[in-house]
C-alpha cells in the first residue's frame, strides 16, 4: 500500500474498499462490522441512551493518547454519564489527503484498545477524504448507543439542594498534557492526558447506589463549565471548596505559566457526580475502589439560594462566583 | 511550588490581616495600578476581607485595556497583508479595534500565531523565510526588554523577516498624568512588582516626594498583596510617604541593570496613546534608528481602518479609577466576556473582566 | 505585564537554559540575566528569566511572615 492516504481512497472504489477492509474492518474486528451490510442491525429492549460527538483535536497524537482513543472515550461516557452501559459505536473518518497510512493505521490501533477496554464494538463507519486544508489531518465522528438498566435516573436536571458534589480525580491533565504539544506554547512535561473510558466507574457507582442524581463528564470548558450546566439545568445553586479541588503539581505549574485556570481546562477521564447526601460515603468509596477515580473527593454541595450559580470558597473563606468559560483558554501575560 | 505556595499559606494571611485591621484606623483608598495585583485581589476576594476602613481602587496597569483603538487597527491591518504572519500575545487576540479583532481578522483567513513568549516568533520567523513575522510588542516594562532581546537575537542570527509593531509603555509617566489630573484622592498606591524588577524602585520616588503619596512594590501572591496594603497603611498612619519593597526577593532598587541596558539600546521614549487618557508624553517605546530596520510601521505600509470608539463605553473612565464597571449601563448587559465592547471586558485582568468573572461585590 | 513564575535553572547551554517548574520543563532566555547559574531560581516572563530570586530575601520575608501570624495569634 503507498504511504500516504489519497482522495481515491474515499471515493468508494478499489483503494477505498481496500483502506476500509484491511485497515478498519481488520482491526476493528466483530460480527457486526464484518457484514459490512450498509447499517448494523441489531436488536435491544429497554431504554436507549443515544450520542454524537465530533473529535477535531490538534495534534491528533498527544502524551497519553491520540485522537482514535479520545473518539472511543469520549463517546462511551457521554453514555456513561446517563448512566447507560455502553454497547455499540459508529465511526467516521474525514481524512485530510496527504495523511500518511501509518499515522492512520496508529489512530485505528488506538481505536481498537480503547473500544476492547470499554467493552464496545464498532459496529458501522464511515471514511472520506478530504482536499488538503479541508480537515485538520484527520476528524472523526462518532454516535453511540447504551442500554440504561430499569431503576436508573440520571439527569442533569436532577440535583437537589443538599446533595453533595463528588470528583472523581485531578483536573486539568488532559488540556494541560494536549497544550504541551502546540507550536509556540511547547514544555516538557511527564504530564499525560487522562483520557480513558468510565463506564466501569460508572458501574461501580451505580452499583453502590442507584439513586445517584446527576453525572457530567467535564470536557471543553473544564469543571467549571459543568457544574455551571449542572446548576442551571436542576435550577440549584452549587457551592465548591477549592481546597478540596485535587489538582497535580504539573497542571498547577503549567496554569501558573501560562496563566490559566485550572477550572476551564478540559478533561477526558474524569466525571462530576450529584448524589443524595447521605449515599455519598458509599458513592466515594466504591469510586476511590476503582483505578479510574482513586482520588475521588467530595468538593462541594448543592444549595437552593441563588438558582444557577456556583460558588467557590477559597481558602480564607472568601467566595467568589465561578462562571461559565467563555471563548478558548488563551495564554497570557498579564 | 517553591516559591508560589509558601506565598499563598492562608495561616500567614490571616496574621496579616489582623494586623492590618488592628493598624488601620483612618479611611484610606488604595490604588493597585498593575492588573496582575486586581487579579489576585479578586481571586481570593481581598476587599471582602480587608477592613472597611480600607477601600482599593484599580488603576490603568493593564497594557491590553489601554491599547487605543488606532493602534490595535494596525495590528489588525497588518494582520490582513498577504505574506504577513501576526504573532502576539493571547491577550491580544479578542479585544475589538474599530470595527474588528485580531481572532476575527483569523477567521477572515489572516494568519495570526498566537505565542507565550518573543522566543517562539522568532521560531515562527526561522520556519519561515519566505514570510514577514511581525510581533504585536504590547506590555509595559517587564515585557518591551524581551521584545528587545529579541531584536538583539534576530540581528544576531541574520533573521530579515522579523518585525516588531512597538505598542509599549511605560508606567510612571501615566501615574504622574493620573495624579496630576487629579480626580482620584489617592492615599497609597500599589507598585507593579515586575515592572519593578526592571526598573527599580528608584523610579517611584517622585510620587512620594512630590505628591505624598506613599508607595510599596509588591508581588503577586497573596501574602504579598496583603503585606504591601500593611505597609501602605503603617505608612499612612505614621504620616510618612516612601518607596518600600514588600517584593524583596524580586526587587531590588535598581532594578536588572541588563534588562534596562537592552531596553534602552533598542528602544527610545515616545509620546503614546493610552485608551482614557489621550496623549501622555514620552510614555511610549519606539524602536531607535539603528533598528529602524525591525519597526514594522516602517516597514510596512499599514492602512488601518478610521477610527471609531464604541458608544457609551467607559473603559477610559475605568482605567482612571474615577468610575466602577457597576457604573457601566453596558457592563454584563451589552458587555460581556463572550461579547466584549471594550478591552477591559477582554483582559483577564480588566477592571471589568474581574469584576464579571469573580462578582465583584458579590455578598458570597 | 506582570504574569512571571519563579523556576529553578538545571542546566544551561549558550544564552539559553532549561528551567523547571512543578515538573514541567521550558528553555527561557538568559538574555536578561546573563549572570544566572545553574541552580538559581529566575522570575521568567513570557519565556525569559527577568530576575534572579534572591532566597535568602525569600525566606527573610516568610520569616517576618510568621512572626506577624505568631503575635497576631497571641494578642487575639
Known amino acids: 500500500m503507498k504511504d500516504k492516504i489519497?482522495?481515491?481512497?474515499?471515493?468508494?472504489?478499489?483503494?477505498?474498499?481496500?483502506?476500509?477492509?484491511?485497515?478498519?474492518?481488520?482491526?476493528?474486528?466483530?460480527?457486526?462490522?464484518?457484514?459490512?451490510?450498509?447499517?448494523?442491525?441489531?436488536?435491544?429492549?429497554?431504554?436507549?441512551?443515544?450520542?454524537?460527538?465530533?473529535?477535531?483535536?490538534?495534534?491528533?497524537?498527544?502524551?497519553?493518547?491520540?485522537?482514535?482513543?479520545?473518539?472511543?472515550?469520549?463517546?462511551?461516557?457521554?453514555?456513561?454519564?446517563?448512566?447507560?452501559?455502553?454497547?455499540?459505536?459508529?465511526?467516521?473518518?474525514?481524512?485530510?489527503?496527504?495523511?500518511?497510512?501509518?499515522?492512520?493505521?496508529?489512530?485505528?490501533?488506538?481505536?481498537?484498545?480503547?473500544?476492547?477496554?470499554?467493552?464496545?464494538?464498532?459496529?458501522?463507519?464511515?471514511?472520506?477524504?478530504?482536499?488538503?486544508?479541508?480537515?485538520?489531518?484527520?476528524?472523526?465522528?462518532?454516535?453511540?448507543?447504551?442500554?440504561?438498566?430499569?431503576?436508573?435516573?440520571?439527569?442533569?436536571?436532577?440535583?437537589?439542594?443538599?446533595?453533595?458534589?463528588?470528583?472523581?480525580?485531578?483536573?486539568?491533565?488532559?488540556?494541560?498534557?494536549?497544550?504541551?504539544?502546540?507550536?509556540?506554547?511547547?514544555?516538557?512535561?511527564?504530564?499525560?492526558?487522562?483520557?480513558?473510558?468510565?463506564?466501569?466507574?460508572?458501574?461501580?457507582?451505580?452499583?453502590?447506589?442507584?439513586?445517584?442524581?446527576?453525572?457530567?463528564?467535564?470536557?471543553?470548558?473544564?469543571?467549571?463549565?459543568?457544574?455551571?450546566?449542572?446548576?442551571?439545568?436542576?435550577?440549584?445553586?452549587?457551592?465548591?471548596?477549592?481546597?478540596?479541588?485535587?489538582?497535580?503539581?504539573?497542571?498547577?505549574?503549567?496554569?501558573?505559566?501560562?496563566?490559566?485556570?485550572?477550572?476551564?481546562?478540559?478533561?477526558?477521564?474524569?466525571?462530576?457526580?450529584?448524589?443524595?447526601?447521605?449515599?455519598?460515603?458509599?458513592?466515594?468509596?466504591a469510586m476511590r475502589k476503582n483505578g479510574y477515580g482513586k482520588s475521588a473527593a467530595v468538593i462541594g454541595e448543592v444549595g437552593s439560594d441563588k438558582p444557577g450559580r456556583v460558588v467557590m470558597e477559597t481558602a480564607l473563606g472568601a467566595s467568589r462566583i465561578v462562571d461559565m468559560l467563555t471563548g478558548d483558554l488563551l495564554p497570557r501575560i498579564c | 511550588m517553591k516559591y508560589i505556595s509558601e506565598f499563598r499559606r492562608s495561616e500567614l494571611a490571616q496574621g496579616l490581616l489582623t494586623q492590618i485591621q488592628r493598624r488601620s484606623k483612618t479611611p484610606v483608598r488604595l490604588m493597585e495600578f498593575c492588573g496582575g495585583h486586581t487579579v489576585t485581589i479578586f481571586k481570593y476576594g481581598i476587599r471582602q476581607l480587608l477592613p472597611e476602613t480600607v477601600d482599593m481602587v484599580s488603576g490603568p496597569g493593564c497594557p491590553i485595556c489601554v491599547t487605543a483603538n488606532a493602534d490595535l487597527d494596525k495590528a489588525i491591518a497588518l494582520s490582513q497583508m498577504p505574506g504577513v504572519i501576526v504573532a502576539t500575545f493571547g491577550d491580544m487576540l479578542k479585544v475589538p479595534g474599530s470595527d474588528s479583532s485580531l481572532q476575527e481578522a483569523k477567521a477572515g483567513g489572516a494568519d495570526v500565531r498566537t505565542v507565550y513568549s518573543a522566543m517562539d516568533a522568532l521560531k515562527i520567523a526561522g520556519y519561515n523565510p519566505d514570510k514577514s513575522i511581525v510581533f504585536l510588542g504590547i506590555g509595559f516594562e517587564t515585557t518591551a526588554p524581551t521584545i528587545a532581546a529579541s531584536v538583539l537575537q534576530a540581528e544576531e542570527e541574520v533573521l530579515r523577516n522579523y518585525y516588531v509593531l512597538s505598542l509599549h509603555k511605560l508606567c510612571p509617566p501615566v501615574i504622574r498624568a493620573l495624579l496630576d489630573a487629579g480626580e482620584l484622592k489617592l492615599h497609597g498606591l500599589v507598585c507593579p512588582g515586575h515592572v519593578s524588577a526592571i526598573i527599580g524602585s528608584r523610579p517611584w520616588e517622585f510620587i512620594a516626594r512630590d505628591y505624598g503619596v506613599p508607595c510599596v512594590v509588591s508581588g503577586f501572591e497573596l501574602l504579598d498583596i496583603l503585606q504591601c496594603v500593611d505597609m501602605l497603611v503603617d505608612q499612612i498612619e505614621d504620616g510618612r510617604s516612601r518607596v518600600e519593597i514588600a517584593y524583596r526577593r524580586a526587587v531590588r532598587p535598581e532594578g536588572n541593570k541588563q534588562a534596562l541596558k537592552l531596553m534602552n539600546q533598542v528602544f527610545e521614549p515616545c509620546p503614546a496613546q493610552w485608551r482614557g487618557m489621550g496623549e501622555v508624553p514620552d510614555s511610549g517605546l519606539k524602536l531607535k534608528k539603528e533598528y529602524q530596520r525591525f519597526d514594522a510601521e516602517l516597514a510596512f505600509d499599514i492602512k488601518p481602518v478610521p477610527t471609531r470608539e464604541p458608544a457609551g463605553c467607559i473603559c477610559g473612565d475605568i482605567l482612571r479609577g474615577v468610575k466602577t464597571p457597576a457604573d457601566c449601563k453596558l457592563f454584563g448587559k451589552v458587555c460581556t466576556p463572550e461579547n466584549p465592547v471594550g478591552p477591559c471586558m477582554v483582559s483577564s485582568e480588566g477592571s471589568c473582566s474581574a469584576s464579571y468573572l469573580y462578582g465583584v461585590g458579590f455578598e458570597g | 505585564m506582570c504574569l512571571a513564575i519563579p523556576a529553578l535553572i538545571k542546566s544551561i547551554e549558550g544564552k539559553e537554559a532549561e528551567a523547571e517548574i512543578g515538573g514541567i520543563t521550558r528553555r527561557i532566555s538568559l538574555w536578561l540575566t546573563p549572570e544566572a547559574r545553574v541552580g538559581d531560581y529566575v522570575i521568567v516572563h513570557t519565556g525569559y528569566a527577568i530576575n534572579i530570586l534572591d532566597q535568602k530575601e525569600a525566606e527573610e520575608t516568610l520569616a517576618m511572615l510568621e512572626e506577624i501570624a505568631r503575635s497576631a495569634e497571641e494578642e487575639g
Not at chain 1, 483502506?19 to 474486528?29: G, H, N
Not at chain 1, 502524551?63 to 454519564?81: E, F, Q, R, S
Open chain 1, 6 to 285: 489519497l482522495l481515491a481512497h474515499g471515493s468508494g472504489g478499489k483503494l477505498a474498499h481496500e483502506l476500509v477492509e484491511k485497515s478498519l474492518v481488520k482491526a476493528l474486528a466483530n460480527p457486526l462490522l464484518a457484514k459490512l451490510d450498509d447499517s448494523a442491525v441489531f436488536d435491544f429492549s429497554g431504554r436507549l441512551a443515544f450520542t454524537t460527538d465530533s473529535y477535531v483535536v490538534s495534534p491528533i497524537f498527544f502524551p497519553g493518547g491520540d485522537i482514535g482513543k479520545l473518539a472511543v472515550c469520549g463517546t462511551v461516557n457521554d453514555l456513561a454519564m446517563s448512566g447507560a452501559k455502553p454497547l455499540y459505536l459508529s465511526l467516521s473518518f474525514i481524512i485530510e489527503e496527504g495523511l500518511l497510512q501509518s499515522e492512520l493505521k496508529k489512530v485505528v490501533d488506538s481505536v481498537q484498545k480503547a473500544a476492547k477496554e470499554a467493552g464496545v464494538d464498532i459496529v458501522t463507519g464511515d471514511t472520506k477524504v478530504v482536499h488538503r486544508g479541508s480537515a485538520d489531518k484527520l476528524f472523526i465522528n462518532t454516535a453511540g448507543v447504551g442500554i440504561i438498566a430499569e431503576g436508573i435516573n440520571i439527569s442533569g436536571s436532577n440535583a437537589k439542594p443538599g446533595d453533595k458534589v463528588i470528583l472523581s480525580g485531578t483536573i486539568g491533565d488532559h488540556g494541560i498534557a494536549v497544550v504541551s504539544r502546540r507550536e509556540g506554547l511547547s514544555f516538557v512535561t511527564n504530564l499525560e492526558s487522562d483520557c480513558a473510558p468510565l463506564g466501569g466507574l460508572v458501574a461501580d457507582m451505580v452499583k453502590a447506589s442507584p439513586n445517584i442524581h446527576c453525572l457530567r463528564d467535564p470536557t471543553r470548558g473544564g469543571l467549571a463549565t459543568s457544574l455551571n450546566e449542572l446548576a442551571k439545568q436542576s435550577g440549584v445553586s452549587i457551592r465548591i471548596e477549592e481546597e478540596k479541588i485535587p489538582v497535580r503539581e504539573e497542571v498547577m505549574a503549567a496554569c501558573e505559566m501560562l496563566g490559566f485556570d485550572p477550572l476551564y481546562v478540559a478533561n477526558e477521564g474524569k466525571l462530576v457526580a450529584i448524589v443524595p447526601p447521605n449515599d455519598a460515603d458509599k458513592v466515594l468509596k
